[in-house]
């Protein structure tokens, strides 16, 4: 293979990994946990528990607890959310029509595995004028890091050894994930305030700003 084709499979390589980062990595769950802190309507509210059973449902797939919290079914609870996951992951893939069912599918399980990682703790909250300040203790991730220059490597030697095929620019992604997941290590602890206000009807929300800080102390490197 020439220089310039080299060149040019590599320059279309990284373009569709940022898209991949910008339109399902970092959203994923920030876009299902805001859905789902707006519909928790709870008459007796324990703050605490409410964050850590969100937390738990959308990075661990456990939603008993959520399910309780908010008053629906643990089988609407799983619906819901995973089919929100689904959705947001599925639009990555907007345009791709090079990439096998087989090798998307392979994706979302392998994001769904790595969110599983997630390691935090609920360790304290503060009331305010009706609204809580709920602090989560997080050990960040290393899945992400130096994800361009990793997933860049592993891209320059296939096409360099003439086995790179667009087609399979996923396939790679998922191998260098699934590699990255089985050497996964945590850094030290760090504490992320959380807001969280209700309205009359003790629906309860949380910012935008928090969810992404949830998100980038977890997984540094995805947002």
Same mark, same amino acid.
């Given at each position: 293979?020439?220089?310039?084709?080299?060149?040019?499979?590599?320059?279309?390589?990284?373009?569709?990994?940022?898209?991949?980062?910008?339109?399902?990595?970092?959203?994923?769950?920030?876009?299902?946990?805001?859905?789902?802190?707006?519909?928790?309507?709870?008459?007796?509210?324990?703050?605490?528990?409410?964050?850590?059973?969100?937390?738990?449902?959308?990075?661990?797939?456990?939603? $008993? &607890?959520?399910?309780?919290?908010?008053?629906?079914? @643990?089988?609407?609870?799983? !619906?819901?959310?995973?089919?929100? *996951? +689904?959705?947001?992951?599925?639009?990555?893939?907007?345009?791709?029509?090079?990439?096998?069912?087989?090798?998307?599918?392979?994706?979302?399980?392998?994001?769904?595995?790595?969110?599983?990682?997630?390691?935090?703790?609920?360790?304290?909250? $503060? &009331?305010?004028?009706?609204?809580?300040?709920?602090? @989560?203790?997080?050990?960040? !991730?290393?899945?992400?890091?130096? *994800? +361009?220059?990793?997933?860049?490597?592993?891209?320059?030697?296939?096409?360099?050894?003439?086995?790179?095929?667009?087609?399979?620019?996923?396939?790679?992604?998922?191998?260098?994930?699934?590699?990255?997941?089985?050497?996964?290590?945590?850094? $030290?602890?760090?504490?992320?305030?959380?807001?969280?206000?209700?309205?009359?009807?003790?629906?309860?929300?949380?910012?935008?700003? +928090?969810?992404?800080?949830?998100?980038?102390?977890?997984?540094?490197?995805?947002?």
């Amino acid at each position: 293979m020439s220089t310039y084709e080299e060149g040019k499979q590599m320059r279309k390589m990284k373009r569709n990994l940022e898209n991949i980062k910008r339109r399902a990595l970092p959203a994923a769950l920030i876009f299902v946990l805001a859905a789902y802190l707006l519909t928790g309507c709870i008459q007796s509210f324990d703050v605490e528990a409410y964050v850590k059973s969100c937390l738990d449902a959308l990075y661990m797939g456990d939603y $008993e &607890e959520y399910a309780d919290q908010v008053g629906i079914s @643990v089988e609407e609870a799983r !619906s819901d959310i995973e089919g929100q *996951l +689904d959705d947001s992951l599925e639009s990555a893939f907007v345009g791709d029509t090079v990439t096998s069912d087989e090798d998307k599918q392979a994706y979302k399980d392998v994001v769904a595995g790595i969110y599983k990682l997630a390691k935090y703790e609920v360790v304290g909250s $503060e &009331e305010k004028d009706g609204d809580y300040v709920v602090t @989560v203790s997080v050990q960040p !991730s290393n899945v992400f890091e130096d *994800l +361009d220059e990793g997933f860049t490597a592993m891209i320059t030697e296939a096409v360099a050894d003439g086995d790179f095929d667009e087609s399979q620019t996923i396939a790679y992604l998922n191998q260098y994930l699934e590699q990255r997941k089985a050497e996964n290590e945590y850094g $030290e602890a760090e504490e992320i305030q959380v807001n969280v206000t209700g309205d009359e009807n003790n629906v309860y929300t949380i910012p935008e700003e +928090d969810l992404t800080n949830i998100e980038g102390a977890l997984f540094p490197g995805a947002v």
